[in-house]
């Protein structure tokens, strides 16, 4: 039994409750309104740059970028400068549509065992849709989210809103995107559940993202629409927050500070989890590094002298042979004290 | 090969039905099976080069006579790796297990053991790394993905990181561009620390260092091999090709594999270049010599360590010093240019002895390797062939319906795609590429790279090679495709009994033996049969 998601929906609602119940029955609004935000943002900023400076610590001994086509030359043939990028310039488009579209992603293929042993891989779109779905939408609301500590809320986040609610469904209207946080949320989860390989390579880490932030999307969406939480108190508390004036209206409702512990929780866990990838793919030697390893050096900063065997040492132990079957050498034998000691060799002429 | 089953039975018997019952961390004890596992290095072959922890032992027994302290030394040996290389560290941290990966590792195709999904494999050395070296996974332990070292966790590393070719295919599919062969390049080293190594990649790293090449031939053995090559093309051709060797001053030096000295189909290859050199020398009086001591490209000290790879690759411009060429081209070999495109200059470097490739008949600058001063030996004769240098008749080729094999390394470490196959359509006129998902960046493994090319994992070369052999089948049932080209030495050793086994009457040769083929030597007696000695298809009169 697969216990690794259950654990992780279990911790989920677990984690809810204590905020529910922490501020609607012990009344800890301070507590979960602005300690544990405080404390949850600064996590999150020492833990990433932390992260990502021991990242950085470590050296780049060796340009390694997986070359995914053509490479420069002077023949004539077209380079494919966007998957052997041998200049800075190409570099940075690869990974800027790497990062913004998961081209790599894109890719993916599913390998089938057909029919008179034949072995298929064809196109296979969803883990790459669902995935873009998923960030872009989960992006989108967090920008829009940005209305609760600007004030005036800018021109371009209201321009935002509009497009994200353009198909004007209920009242208040829907916002696209968190329902598609939620839909890809679902997916990803699914897919971890049903998928047989998914499901053996998940680990319980792979879960509990999944579900909490399905939980803050699910509790934000509940908010919105069914019970309609006071929106000004809200607007009040994270004023409060971002001008380091903290203030903790009364009645804002222990679903709200459900949602900012989930929040909380989010900020906290990242840089600690696997979801520091927003920061390592920036990182990652074989996609971030020109192919011009040829053309131009590359500087191991610890590279170090190693012992090797030398073209002395080698004639030394053969020269007797080499003379016999007429190949250079550098001193003639009578030239030196003839000496024939075999050094203590490997088998030879191993097949 | 006599113990495989029949390949229909083969292929009916894998299975890629994931476990249910149970979670991958509760599968130990790894059963290592005969047939999957390689044999240990050889305890003289690791003393000669200094390795650690030289004895006789069989990955077989219950006792593998570890050092006392081995945890603590695979401990410290990870710590260090993790702070000198940014690619394990951040490929430690960033995988989400979105399982892209999975299904592109040619072993997991050929035989759906889930640990040889990429991600799993990675994940063997993960779940060390998070107990040692992160604190949430000390405090979560297994819920967490972390678990502490232990003999059962070494054994399973040690079967599965020989289970993995770097080829690094799974690599391209990555969103985060996580590439499996930096995991088992690091994987292997550490293993290495405590004497864990195969003998089919120890005792050719011994032989590589003491005599220049891994199969151990001696100077006047590898004069001699070449000359039997010589008497042969005298024999077809009329032509004698013999070769100068550690000539100094000499314009160029040339390196290849010492595979395609030693054994078929790579002979036909040597000879074929021999026959082009000489073709060069006679028409624009090139200058190239060979070296019996830089005599191996391939470098089976980059499946050791990156000392070990630093070590055996030192050789090819210490040589080029000492003969004062002016720069260095390099045979057909896939991880030799792996190594050389993305290692030598920044290992062995800078080589500021010698000069910016030009090809001194066609003038051609090969800026692309302006620093490292080594040319692929495709890029030379792609060269050639455009500026119509070389006299070529790719009628005799006609009997060959070809396809291309990608090694993996001039594929996803280098970006060769289309001189190789410039070169073929010139010199053959049937020429059919495979299916689009199993060539270029996105090519399988011959199934034998990395150094398990021996014979007692003959199971796994024939499932790893399996996805390979089976776009082979597709071209071939298509196309009557009967030949399969490739540019490296291990898959000229690989690809035959895969073929054989998955494909038959398909026929594996190197790029320049159908160069070879076609080419018209100067002085050269009406030719009967090709470099095989098999008659030539009669022309149609």
């Given at each position: 039994m697969n216990n690794k998601y259950m654990i992780s929906f279990i911790a989920v609602f677990v984690l809810f409750f204590l905020a529910y119940l922490g501020t609607e029955a012990l009344g800890l609004d301070v507590l979960f309104g602005v300690l544990i935000p405080y404390a949850a943002l600064a996590v999150f900023i020492v833990g990433f740059v932390y992260k990502v400076m021991g990242w950085a610590r470590s050296a780049v001994p060796f340009r390694i970028p997986t070359t995914c086509g053509q490479q420069e030359n002077q023949l004539g043939f077209r380079q494919n400068t966007l998957d052997c990028p041998s200049t800075a310039g190409a570099v940075v488009l690869r990974m800027f549509l790497e990062i913004v579209t998961f081209r790599s992603l894109f890719r993916n293929t599913r390998m089938n065992f057909r029919e008179g042993h034949k072995v298929s891989y064809n196109l296979e779109i969803f883990l790459w849709l669902f995935a873009l779905i998923f960030h872009y939408a989960f992006l989108t609301v967090i920008v829009r989210h940005l209305r609760f500590f600007l004030e005036p809320v800018p021109k371009a986040l209201q321009l935002l809103e509009t497009v994200d609610s353009f198909m004007q469904i209920g009242l208040p209207v829907l916002y696209l995107s968190g329902a598609a946080l939620l839909v890809a949320a679902v997916f990803l989860l699914l897919r971890r559940i049903f998928i047989g390989n998914v499901r053996y390579i998940s680990l319980a880490s792979d879960f509990f993202p999944l579900f909490l932030i399905g939980g803050i999307a699910f509790t934000g969406i509940l908010m919105r629409y069914v019970t309609k939480v006071d929106i000004v108190s809200i607007k009040q508390l994270t004023m409060g927050l971002v001008t380091l004036h903290p203030t903790v209206p009364e009645g804002i409702g222990g679903l709200f500070y459900g949602h900012l512990f989930f929040v909380s929780i989010l900020l906290a866990y990242f840089p600690f989890s696997k979801l520091m990838h927003l920061g390592g793919i920036f990182l990652s030697p074989t996609r971030n590094l020109p192919t011009d390893t040829r053309a131009t050096r590359h500087v191991n900063p610890w590279n170090y002298p190693v012992e090797t065997h030398t073209y002395e040492e080698y004639e030394d132990e053969f020269r007797e042979k080499m003379v016999e079957a007429g190949l250079p050498v550098e001193i003639m034998p009578e030239e030196q004290p003839a000496e024939e000691a075999e050094a203590d060799s490997p088998s030879e002429e191993k097949e | 090969m006599s113990d495989l089953p029949n390949r229909e039975a083969f292929f009916s018997n894998i299975d890629h039905s994931i476990p249910t019952a149970k979670d991958w961390m509760d599968t130990l004890p790894v059963d290592i099976r005969k047939g999957i596992a390689c044999y240990a290095g050889n305890p003289k072959s690791l003393e000669y080069v200094g390795l650690p922890n030289p004895r006789t032992w069989s990955c077989f027994d219950e006792d593998w006579q570890l050092p006392e302290n081995w945890q603590q030394i695979l401990h410290e040996g990870f710590k260090e790796r993790l702070e000198k290389f940014r690619s394990f560290k951040v490929f430690m941290d960033i995988c989400v297990r979105c399982g892209a990966c999975a299904d592109k590792c040619h072993f997991f195709i050929g035989t759906g053991d889930p640990k040889n999904m990429p991600v799993l494999r990675a994940e063997l050395l993960r779940s060390v790394y998070r107990n040692d070296f992160t604190r949430v996974g000390k405090l979560l332990g297994k819920i967490g993905g972390a678990r502490p070292m232990s003999l059962e966790v070494l054994r399973e590393w040690w079967y599965y990181l020989f289970q993995c070719t770097e080829c690094r295919r799974c690599s391209v599919f990555c969103p985060y561009g996580i590439d499996t062969a930096e995991i088992t390049i690091m994987g292997r080293e550490l293993l290495n620390l405590i004497g864990l190594n195969i003998d089919w990649i120890a005792t050719p790293v011994a032989n590589c260092y003491r005599t220049g090449n891994h199969l151990g031939i001696q100077p006047h053995a590898f004069k001699d091999m070449l000359e039997f090559f010589v008497e042969d093309i005298e024999d077809i051709t009329g032509v004698n090709c013999m070769p100068q060797f550690q000539k100094k001053g000499a314009d160029i030096l040339f390196i290849t594999p010492s595979g395609d000295v030693f054994a078929d189909p790579g002979t036909y290859t040597c000879m074929g270049y021999l026959m082009l050199f000489q073709f060069l020398k006679e028409k624009y009086g090139l200058d190239i010599t060979w070296s019996t001591y830089a005599s191996e490209g391939g470098n089976f000290g980059f499946f050791t360590s990156h000392e070990m790879m630093k070590r055996l690759n030192a050789k090819m411009y210490a040589e080029a010093k000492r003969l004062g060429v002016k720069w260095i081209l390099g045979g057909e070999c896939g991880h030799m240019w792996r190594v050389i495109n993305q290692y030598m200059d920044t290992m062995n470097g800078p080589a500021d002895f010698l000069e910016v490739p030009v090809n001194p008949i066609t003038g051609t600058r090969f800026e692309n390797a302006r620093s490292t001063k080594m040319v692929h030996i495709t890029e030379f004769t792609a060269d050639l062939i455009q500026h119509n240098k070389l006299d070529l008749d790719p009628s005799r080729n006609d009997h060959l319906k070809v396809t291309f094999h990608d090694s993996c390394n001039p594929s996803r470490g280098m970006g060769l795609f289309e001189e190789p196959r410039y070169v073929i359509r010139n010199v053959c006129n049937h020429f059919y590429d495979m299916p689009r998902n199993t060539i270029r960046e996105s090519t399988f493994c011959c199934g034998s790279g990395a150094g398990l090319n021996?014979?007692?994992?003959m199971e796994l070369r024939m499932a790893g090679g399996l996805p390979r052999a089976n776009a082979v089948k597709t071209v071939h049932e298509q196309h009557g495709v009967n030949t399969l080209a490739c540019i490296c030495a291990i898959d000229r050793a690989a690809l035959p009994p895969l073929m054989e086994y998955w494909v038959p009457g398909v026929e594996v040769t190197g790029v320049h033996e159908m160069v070879a083929n076609a080419l018209n030597l100067p002085g050269q007696n009406e030719r009967e049969t090709d470099l095989r000695g098999e008659e030539l298809p009669q022309l149609e009169e």
């Open positions: - | 021996a014979g007692e994992d």
